[in-house]
């Protein structure tokens, strides 16, 4: 009796997951975040007048502007596994900072404000990587601090100036694009060369899946989240001085209120994860252009805004649960 010549071949568990599922998780993440702009885009062509002009996305963009500085720096440092709750307070003292040094040129200005802050968050990663402190207590001790600092400098009132040089940072307009737009695109293609195409990049990533291995594959961990809170606290002060330029006043009580919040919600929602590793520049930005959509639609719907609070708190349950999904 001849035996058959017919071999079996044995399907791959994996590819055949592939092909019975082609929404896997990496495409999920890839794709869900655009598509939810897209949807919110449509809806509002239909039932939002003058949603589609073009004040309307420049408006958006310039809102939204400030948060996504500040979410990028948030971006590296929960990459790593971190959290910074102080950058908030560190817009205000930065705004602070800034109206003391308006007698000097608009180069001071900016430059001095930047290493004042610089130092809050070099105290920040020092403590964090050299003294071993929790990120969340440390960086809460300064939001507080911070918050109060800015409060003693300009004794509770808000400090208002005339300075068309520096108020042109925030309203400045460059081919009638608002100079906060470009600058979020600027720092934005800026970190994400850092973090596609630099070693640094990939350190980062190292660190926040398995901070013991890629110290004993010879990573100066220590050394890196230094760096990556040092950056958040930049990115803050520039977005501080923003605020206060568009304003023309520094406003301890008000300005960075509550920013950390919509930094981590715009990170978390951009595809980052909380726990550490791959940091999602691109997905942060666009986080933060949903949560301004957002936002934008319920007020020229004249629907309070409290209602979006929740519509925000939803889709950010969302995406963490697509995160734990998809791990």
Request: aromatic letters at 10%; charged letters at 10%.
């Amino acid at each position: 009796m001849q035996e058959s010549n017919v071999k079996t071949t044995q399907i791959n568990p994996h590819l055949e997951k592939k092909f019975r599922y082609p929404l896997n998780g990496e495409m999920v993440k890839s794709f869900s975040l655009p598509i939810v702009i897209l949807i919110l885009f449509l809806f509002n062509s239909i039932f939002t007048d003058n949603f589609l002009a073009a004040t309307t996305m420049w408006n958006i963009l310039l809102h939204v502007s400030t948060t996504a500085l500040v979410a990028i720096g948030m971006t590296l440092v929960i990459a790593t596994g971190g959290i910074d709750l102080s950058v908030g307070a560190v817009m205000a003292i930065g705004a602070v900072v800034s109206t003391f040094l308006l007698d000097y040129n608009i180069f001071v200005i900016i430059l001095g404000t930047i290493i004042i802050c610089a130092l809050i968050g070099l105290f920040n990663g020092a403590i964090i990587s050299y003294i071993g402190v929790q990120p969340i207590v440390v960086t809460l001790a300064i939001m507080i601090a911070g918050r109060g600092i800015a409060q003693v400098l300009t004794d509770g009132y808000l400090v208002s100036f005339s300075n068309p040089s520096y108020e042109w940072i925030g309203k400045g307009k460059i081919l009638e694009i608002p100079v906060p737009v470009i600058l979020m695109f600027l720092v934005a293609i800026t970190a994400f060369i850092i973090i596609r195409y630099m070693t640094f990049g990939r350190y980062i990533e190292a660190i926040g899946d398995n901070e013991q291995a890629a110290e004993l594959a010879g990573i100066n961990v220590k050394k890196i989240k230094m760096i990556v809170y040092i950056a958040a606290a930049v990115l803050a002060a520039l977005a501080g001085m923003i605020e206060t330029a568009r304003m023309a006043a520094a406003d301890a009580t008000r300005i960075g209120e509550l920013i950390e919040l919509d930094a981590i919600a715009a990170v978390v929602v951009g595809g980052t994860l909380m726990t550490g590793g791959k940091p999602f520049i691109w997905g942060t930005v666009f986080g933060a252009i949903l949560m301004g959509i957002i936002s934008t639609t319920f007020n020229m719907n004249n629907i309070p805004y409290s209602f979006s609070l929740i519509i925000k708190a939803v889709i950010i349950v969302g995406a963490i649960y697509l995160q734990r999904a998809n791990k």
